[in-house]
T-cell receptor, first 110, second 114 residues
């Protein structure tokens, strides 16, 4: 069964403390992997697209990387405004369906 | 652009009542998606449209749920009759052909069925 698993479920960091979020997947025929950010009371907001193993994308303090089995979202020197739930999704090739992970809730304390 | 607009933001209703959720996609986007989000099940795709035509409704939980897209700028999701287990946040999202994975979400409708 195609599946996307994110870990940890929640992560509390001090401001400036770098860390990584994980997204592992088992999908038959991966078309791409995507990261979204969701703030409380809002819909998810697109961050990155990764298409092939070895690819990396960066945006401000965030960097996303992709291997054949997982993706990491690295956050460097985070600030309180980076607090949000980060969602990972994979696009299945055969039917072009997005399969979503449950998300990691990131809390950055000042 | 105002983004994807959903209404109402909050809906509280009693079991058995009809509920209609509304969505206005981003102008020019030809894909529209309805999602449901709960703590237990996360984000679930209910149905999606391409050029106003329903393409896949396999995620619609049962016949109590129906969705329409009468034109490119408006869609509705209706639940009749509603049940407490339908309580969730319902999101509408739109995207462009060639970038269907880059979804633009609305702010959602928080539905509570008592």
């Amino acid at each position: 069964e195609d599946q996307v698993t994110q870990s940890p479920e929640a992560l509390r960091l001090q401001e400036g403390e770098s860390s990584s979020l994980n997204c592992s997947y088992t999908v038959s025929g991966l078309r791409g992997l995507f990261w979204y950010r969701q703030d409380p009371g809002k819909g998810p907001e697109f961050l990155f697209t990764l298409y092939s193993a070895g690819e990396e994308k960066e945006k401000e303090r965030l960097k996303a990387t992709l291997t054949k089995k997982e993706s990491f979202l690295h956050i460097t020197a985070p600030k309180p405004e980076d607090s949000a739930t980060y969602l990972c999704a994979v696009l299945r090739r055969r039917d072009y369906q997005l399969i979503w992970g449950a998300g990691t809730k990131l809390i950055i304390k000042p | 652009d105002a983004g994807v607009i959903q209404s109402p933001r909050h809906e509280v209703t009693e079991m058995g009542q009809e509920v209609t959720l509304r969505c206005k996609p981003i102008s020019g986007h030809d894909y529209l998606f309805w999602y449901r989000q709960t703590m237990m099940r996360g984000l679930e795709l209910l149905i999606y449209f391409n050029n106003n035509v329903p393409i896949d409704d396999s995620g619609m939980p049962e016949d109590r749920f129906s969705a329409k897209m009468p034109n490119a700028s408006f869609s509705t999701l209706k639940i009749q009759p509603s049940e407490p287990r339908d309580s969730a946040v319902y999101f509408c999202a739109s995207s462009l052909t060639g970038a269907v994975e880059k979804l633009f979400f609305g702010s959602g409708t928080q539905l509570s069925v008592l």
